[in-house]
């Protein structure tokens, strides 16, 4: 798909497009507002606008990328969707493989299935694997990622939606925490993220303060870009190596 202006990655690849809402973070989802956008501009890989769908024809994408990138696999979808056949991930994973020059990010809602499909699977060492916790009520995917074998195992904590409390980060390498955008965006509050920063530096993980969002740390409404990614006066975006 190319480029992205997403702060953590800087190429997308969809094999899969279109997705279903499980939990509070999909409620003002972003992929579901561009899938409607490019739907209404009559793109075709969008056609079904955002019903699940399999594009056998993107597998190959990432063949053609010579140099290296990080890459957001499925970045307007969920590969672990519960509609996702095993055997389709399986041809993702074989494309993976065949490229090891890239680092593939796959961040899933679907913690649970992604930890069936390792369960009998190895994962390559060029995967990052992540989950996205955006409310206390969803720490419970942490758990079912931490123990993955992968290289990088990462949380996202975007759109952050309350306190997550106290987290166990055993096992986790990378932390990202952003607020939400957009007309409907819900607030986030700047204690909460900085429980999370404190939290991050005392169990010596790496932290990623991607933005604010349409709320800025003044409780004020307005552009995401005006709010910015300032925490305290600087900006903490650290990568895994």
Excluded at 18 to 23: A, D, E, P, Q, R
Excluded at 90 to 100: E, M, S
Excluded at 133 to 152: M, W
Excluded at 211 to 223: A, C, F, L, S, Y
Aim: charged share 25%; glycine share 6%; aromatic share 10%.
């Amino acid at each position: 798909m190319g480029t992205t202006k997403i702060e953590w990655t800087d190429k997308t690849w969809n094999p899969i497009t279109g997705c279903t809402k499980i939990s509070a973070g999909c409620q003002n989802c972003y992929a579901e507002t561009m899938s409607r956008r490019l739907y209404a501009m009559g793109q075709i890989k969008y056609r079904n606008n955002f019903l699940l769908t399999l594009h056998e024809n993107s597998l190959q994408e990432p063949l053609a990328w010579r140099k290296p990138h990080n890459v957001f696999v499925c970045s307007m979808s969920d590969l672990f969707n519960k509609d996702v056949p095993f055997e389709f991930i399986d041809k993702v994973l074989d494309v993976i493989r065949k490229t090891p020059q890239h680092n593939y990010q796959i961040l899933t809602k679907r913690a649970n299935i992604m930890n069936e499909y390792f369960s009998t699977r190895e994962i390559p060492n060029n995967i990052w694997v992540g989950t996205t916790v955006e409310c206390k009520e969803e720490k419970g995917r942490i758990d079912l990622i931490r123990n993955l074998k992968a290289h990088i195992k990462f949380l996202s904590c975007e759109p952050l939606l309350n306190d997550l409390g106290i987290l166990n980060l055993q096992g986790i390498d990378w932390i990202i925490v952003g607020g939400e955008s957009g007309v409907k965006a819900r607030q986030m509050k700047e204690e909460w993220i900085l429980s999370i920063q404190r939290q991050v530096k005392e169990q010596k993980k790496i932290f990623f303060f991607k933005q604010w969002g349409t709320w800025g740390n003044d409780g004020i409404k307005r552009n995401k870009h005006e709010n910015g990614k300032l925490l305290n006066g600087k900006i903490y975006q650290q990568m895994p190596l």
